[in-house]
Nanobody
Framework: QVQLVESGGGSVQAGGSLRLSCAAS????????MGWFRQAPGKEREGVAA???????SYADSVKGRFTISQDNAKNTLYLQMNSLKPEDTAMYYC?????????????????WGQGTQVTVSS
């Protein structure tokens, strides 16, 4: 079955960087659309970045220019490089996957999810 395991979260000061990883297994990785989502306490889960099987990317406005999504198909791994982190980036970050007709940042379009990794940014 599809398994997604996130890693790389942690605590950093504002302005710092982190790189999240998502190791995927149980399916043909390269045929799936992959996404990063986040959920802060008391808030709804929101899309952060997505990448499709052709390598096209999409970003939420709040992270454009600061975050970069990428993937290594040979390693079945998704990445999220986060630079210039802000306290408002603090959240649990989730990796998601599904076969989609188009790239998407909408959580309801994804059926496969990891358990999440916590990112905390202090001011």
């Amino acid at each position: 079955q599809v398994q997604l395991v996130e890693s790389g979260g942690g605590s950093v000061q504002a302005g710092g960087s982190l790189r999240l990883s998502c190791a995927a297994s149980g399916y043909t990785y390269s045929s799936y659309c992959m996404g990063w989502f986040r959920q802060a306490p008391g808030k709804e889960r929101e899309g952060v970045a997505a990448i499709d099987s052709d390598g096209s990317t999409s970003y939420a406005d709040s992270v454009k220019g600061r975050f970069t999504i990428s993937q290594d198909n040979a390693k079945n791994t998704l990445y999220l490089q986060m630079n210039s982190l802000k306290p408002e980036d603090t959240a649990m970050y989730y990796c998601a996957a599904d076969i989609l007709a188009h790239i998407s940042l909408y959580m309801k379009e994804y059926n496969y999810w990891g358990q999440g990794t916590q990112v905390t940014v202090s001011s």
